[in-house]
């Protein structure tokens, strides 16, 4: 028997697993937040554009997704038991699983325009968002690779390449957009054209630094070889536990969208506001998901042990640390708005007070949620790593759509509180999420697991 962990070996354990993941995370938002900093930078109509644009695709990236998750508790479980053959073979599904909803997802990145204009969103802002969309698309093939290996490579807590190489492909996004976007250094001046190609060009340059990593690094596992055969039974594990949680991740981030479209309709200028505390409060969601991912994997590795304790006391720890960060960050977007927004608005813009008015109230709405929003998240991790993911699609469904977008709508539209409303159903849905994937994890999943006796240490 092993000894038994400590709450601060907990506590280390997940800073050190957590921390690049989190990292890794941060860089991967930051390529949509410089392409959302820069397009404002260049104008009003360009931000809305981009703003409406990377939510479309967003919400097409997190659906395709779920496979790539499910590798982590997968190959986590595999790991556990130093079962290499079930690493690989879950891996490949993983990215078959990634190419096949990429090819499928395409076409509705290509013709966007119509589905743009359908859900009420003005000629221009439509026009140019679908100019963005025709290039960025083709970057959704890669970043859903990339998830995948990434997933594969976290899931045996080899976290820190992963941040390295995102780092670097942010800062490649960076300058590819102040030269495209603006026409620096002799290239064209592409507007939002500009900022969705280097958004492709930062995906592509991961997707081949993870490669060449996984071939230098992890020759054992042979994951490229003969990529090309089929394992069906293993191709049917990462779909069964993959899809719910896509649609798990879509409920969520569908309600995000639907926000989005319904600040749409209230105009040009609360669009771009929104579009800006969107990308302000993604990166303090960021920093959950780093250790909700965390959660997966250490919860995973136990379940493939059988050892319910250490799980147990290792959800706490992970709870309680993302908490803090909850209550901190909710903090920063109380007392310091309008530092944040202003980041995101080009000098001497005229609807700036307009745009630093409605991003303040949104932004107090965004704090409102940030305590419950860490709860639901790393509970959503903890049931992914035990591999349960059909119920949390349930409750999520309830909790995003049936209670969340009709209350956004209802207070938005026919109560008259505006994006202040919308964004109050927003915190209504977390605070539903939060309480059912609590209660799931804690009150039923974990009791119905096995357990190991553990020596305690002294």
């Not at 060009?201 to 054992?220: D, E, F, K, M, R």
């Not at 049917?236 to 600040?263: C, N, R, Y």
């Not at 409060?281 to 920093?287: N, Y």
């Amino acid at each position: 028997m092993k000894p038994k962990m400590t709450y601060p070996g907990h506590i280390r354990a997940v800073l050190t697993l957590g921390l690049p993941l989190i990292g890794g995370y941060l860089g991967e938002i930051a390529i949509q937040t410089t392409d959302t900093v820069m397009t404002g930078w260049y104008g009003i109509e360009a931000l809305a554009a981009v703003a409406l644009g990377t939510t479309y695709l967003f919400v097409l990236f997190i659906f395709g997704s779920g496979f790539a998750l499910a590798v982590m508790p997968l190959v986590a479980a595999f790991a556990a038991k130093d079962d290499e053959q079930g690493i690989r073979r879950a891996t490949r599904m993983g990215l078959w699983l990634s190419v096949g909803f990429a090819a499928l997802a395409l076409p509705l990145l290509l013709g966007s325009r119509p589905i743009l204009l359908a859900m009420g969103q003005t000629e221009q802002v439509a026009t140019d968002a679908a100019a963005y969309l025709r290039i960025a698309g083709w970057g959704l093939l890669p970043a859903l690779l990339v998830m995948t290996l990434k997933s594969y490579l976290s899931a045996l807590e080899r976290t820190q390449i992963v941040l390295w190489i995102i780092l670097f492909a942010a800062v490649i996004n960076g300058l590819a957009n102040y030269a495209l976007i603006f026409g620096n250094w002799g290239a064209p001046e592409l507007g939002v054209r500009g900022a969705a190609i280097a958004s492709v060009a930062s995906h592509t340059v991961s997707l081949l630094g993870v490669v060449i990593y996984i071939l230098w690094a992890l020759p054992q596992h042979a994951l490229f070889v003969r990529l090309w055969r089929g394992d069906r039974t293993m191709l049917a594990q990462v779909f069964d536990l993959g899809w719910p949680i896509s649609l798990t991740s879509l409920s969520e981030v569908g309600l995000f969208a639907g926000a989005t479209v319904m600040m749409g309709w209230l105009g040009t200028v609360p669009l771009a506001a929104e579009g800006i505390v969107v990308q302000v409060a993604s990166v303090a969601f960021i920093l959950h998901l780093g250790l909700s991912n965390v959660a997966t994997i250490r919860a995973g590795n136990a379940f493939g042990r059988g050892d319910t304790s250490h799980m147990a006391r290792g959800a706490r720890v992970v709870t309680a640390m993302s908490l803090v960060i909850g209550g901190l960050t909710a903090a920063v977007f109380i007392v310091w708005p309008d530092v944040l927004i202003r980041l995101f608005i080009r000098p001497g813009e005229e609807a700036a007070a307009e745009i630093l008015a409605i991003g303040t109230a949104l932004l107090f709405m965004a704090a409102l949620f940030q305590t419950v929003d860490s709860v639901q998240v790393i509970a959503m991790g903890l049931l992914r790593g035990v591999q349960d993911t059909r119920m949390p699609m349930i409750l999520a469904g309830v909790s995003y759509w049936i209670v969340g977008l009709p209350c956004s709508y209802i207070l938005g539209f026919p109560l008259g509180y505006g994006g202040v409303g919308i964004w109050a159903g927003l915190v209504i849905a977390l605070s539903v999420a939060a309480v059912l994937m609590s209660a799931r994890f804690w009150l039923i999943t974990i009791r119905r697991l096995p357990d190991e006796p553990e020596a305690v240490a002294g």
